[in-house]
């Protein structure tokens, strides 16, 4: 079975994350950077739309600037501000 970059097109549907939404997913807080050459945004894009599809609490947040592999983006502009997204994101979970 071909895997990574030569994947099979079914293979890589069959795997991809919106494709897995099923009313029983936790919500989510997504983030991505709109520069990020290896995983394209609209990865973010659909599966947030199919966490919409099945009414699952969800936010998402893409940053104009910023490479792949930020971890916490500390020191890198406006994607630093992930975390205090997050975290508000989670109290406001907390209380709902």
Do not use: C, K, N
Not at 26 to 39: G, K, M, S
Not at 61 to 75: I, K, T, Y
Not at 80 to 85: E, K, N, Q, V, Y
Request: net charge negative; hydrophobic share 45%; aromatic share 10%.
């Amino acid at each position: 079975m071909r895997q990574g970059e030569d994947a099979d097109p079914a293979l890589r549907r069959s795997t991809s994350l919106d494709a897995l939404v099923t009313r029983e997913s936790p919500p989510f807080f997504l983030w991505h950077t709109a520069e990020d050459i290896y995983v394209p945004p609209d990865h973010t894009y659909r599966f947030a739309a199919a966490l919409a599809a099945h009414d699952i609490p969800h936010a998402v947040h893409v940053f104009a600037h910023g490479p792949h592999s930020l971890g916490l983006a500390e020191g890198a502009g406006d994607a630093s501000m992930w975390t205090g997204l997050a975290a508000s994101w989670l109290r406001e979970r907390a209380e709902a």
